[in-house]
């Protein structure tokens, strides 16, 4: 049976037999879970961006984004700083310890990341005693996002308008070094099998990959095209969530790494697409949620296609 209860203050419990999800920070969660009580960890974490921060508190980058794809004057996800991949690794590499912890042996963590910050999240995972054993990637359509430098030429007070006109012819097709995006990474890492495959699957059933789980047909890639359009189909409600990914994707996953009834936790669970990809292939769900927008819309999502257990 549903219910919702104040497990400890700014902590809130919303469950069934099969999910459990809260609204909690995940680096207090995560260490309530025992070891070894993880098949499966999937997320997307928060990248560091300009504007998102380690509350993930994503009104202000909203804004940001609203006002023609710039953030601080660059387009979105381009402001770039040494500091922003520190951070990250410095945020991860804690929790990447707690994945360890918690995942039962030949268990897998797929964590999406950015391009150019996949290395810190893969290093935070490697260090943590995780195997790195391949780099995935979501692809999708795409949208050109690189700037010219027309604006900031027209600007200049040094240049002559003569000295401008040329310049700017010059650099006309020339723009900031940002190629059209097209794909997301994750980085697959495998917590050490105990003995060979066969006994590590003997005794977890964990390790191996489904090869008959297939988003075209074929043997399983680790370039997985899906259009972002998917998510439109996929809620019987407007979902403003920056980073939401489409529920037949994370399902693929879900069921190329582990089997029915085993455990899938997210600790970034945002709108809940994780949480509903897990209870569509009929796995056990664990999910947390800082933000009360995004737990609400979660819990709403969860009741509208499963009701009330």
């Avoid at 209860?5 to 902590?11: G, L, R």
């Avoid at 780099?135 to 999708?140: C, D, E, F, I, T």
């Avoid at 020339?174 to 099998?193: H, R, S």
Wanted: positive net charge.
């Amino acid at each position: 049976m549903s219910k919702t209860t104040e497990k400890q203050s700014k902590s809130t419990e919303f469950g069934a037999q099969n999910y459990k999800i809260f609204k909690q920070d995940c680096r207090s969660g995560l260490r309530e879970l025992e070891d070894y009580s993880i098949d499966f960890i999937v997320t997307d974490p928060p990248y560091f961006i300009d504007g998102m921060n380690d509350e993930w508190n994503d009104r202000e980058l909203e804004n940001k984004v609203a006002k023609s794809g710039v953030i601080g004057g660059l387009p979105v996800g381009m402001k770039f700083h040494r500091q922003q991949g520190e951070r990250l690794q410095e945020f991860m590499s804690p929790l990447a310890k707690e994945f360890y912890r918690i995942l039962k042996p030949g268990g897998f963590c797929v964590v999406f990341s950015q391009a150019r910050l996949y290395h810190r999240m893969a290093m935070s995972l490697d260090l943590a005693g995780f195997e790195i054993r391949d780099m995935l990637a979501w692809k999708y359509e795409g949208q050109a996002k690189a700037f010219s430098q027309t604006h900031f030429i027209k600007k200049d007070k040094k240049l002559s308008t003569a000295q401008k006109q040329s310049l700017i012819q010059e650099m006309q097709d020339l723009k900031t070094p940002q190629l059209k995006p097209q794909i997301e990474p994750m980085v697959m890492a495998q917590k050490p099998k105990e003995g060979t495959f066969v006994q590590n699957w003997q005794k977890y059933k964990l390790g191996l990959i489904n090869t008959k789980e297939s988003l075209n047909g074929g043997f399983p890639s680790n370039v997985m095209e899906l259009s972002k359009h998917a998510r439109k189909a996929e809620s019987k409600e407007k979902i403003e969530h920056l980073t939401r990914k489409p529920i037949l994707l994370i399902a693929h996953l879900i069921k190329l790494f582990t089997q029915e009834n085993q455990v899938v936790l997210d600790p970034f669970m945002g709108s809940g697409s994780h949480a509903l990809a897990a209870l569509q292939t009929h796995r056990k769900f664990i999910g947390y949620e800082i933000c009360e927008k995004y737990f609400e819309i979660t819990k709403r999502r969860i009741e509208q296609e499963f009701g009330h257990e």
